[in-house]
């Protein structure tokens, strides 16, 4: 039996996905723990990061905009430069775009509505460790809750993602929030980091009415596993 | 020494903001062709060198205050603008 990776959850003053993350991860096999925004080290052992939903620092100025020079982020930005797997949820997805650790920005939705509901997505490629467990095609339902999830490249960047095959997940029927080529998930050009709109979180049980969620976090987890061999 | 950055969505953007107050000040009776809404900071900044100043508040709108994917700025220094 190996042991469970250690999934460092990351806490920003505003964040409000971080004890759902951190269960979720718990019922899917990671051993989770949370790291605080102003700590300067990850905890000890951390094989996968999650950034997660939230409104890190009022959502001021631009989402995710003052939560990427939070102290932890320098850390969070070491791992990921190291192959490191670190998923972004929502607001963590702006977080990353705003770092710079995932190209493209997120712009308020077209509707100037906050979404909250599930929606269908299809799997782009699976050939990624956020998406090993899933199908090529595959449909999946994740609920979205966000009002800044309108994802923007310009044309050329947008070319340039699709050529590199870095789309992941896109909104399957309705576009919910204005973003170009329907992208609900983007991933780096080193498949090691990934930032997605749907909350995988709120869907890894059945009872609460989804489960496909599991299998996006079940993709962190194993890659975290596998991080944790590569670095030991 | 006084300064202000204007900060706008970039040409070509989707500003679901200024559509919305367009669409209001429409609704009022104003001929309003298109509406863009931006953001403005007013900062008060140490020292009096105005190149100086320039060249700092450039640095703060690349690392902060715009994203220069979807943003525009725009720098004016009290009383130094040419």
Known sequence: MTQAPRVAVIVFPGSNDDRDAAWALGALGADPTFAWHADQELPRDTAGIVLPGGFSYGDYLRSGAIARFAPIMEAVDAFARDGGPVLGICNGFQILCEAGLLPGALRPNRTLTFVCRDVPLRVERTDLAFTARCDEGQRLSIPIKHGDGCYFADAELLAHLEANRQVVLRYDGENPNGAVADIAAVTNEWGNVMGLMPHPEHAVDPLLGASDGALILSGLVDAAREHALVAA | ?82
Do not use: W
């Not at chain 2, 559509?19 to 509406?35: I, K, M, P, Y």
């Open chain 2, 1 to 82: 020494m006084k300064a202000t950055v204007l900060v706008r969505p970039k040409q070509g953007i989707l500003d679901p903001q200024g559509d919305a107050v367009g669409s209001s000040l429409r609704q009022l009776g104003f001929a309003v062709d298109e509406a863009r809404v931006g953001r403005v900071v007013d900062l008060e900044l140490e020292g009096s060198d105005p190149a100086a100043a320039r060249e700092q508040i450039e640095r703060m709108c690349r690392h902060l205050l715009a994203n220069p994917l979807i943003e525009s700025y725009e720098i004016s220094l009290e009383g130094h603008d040419e």
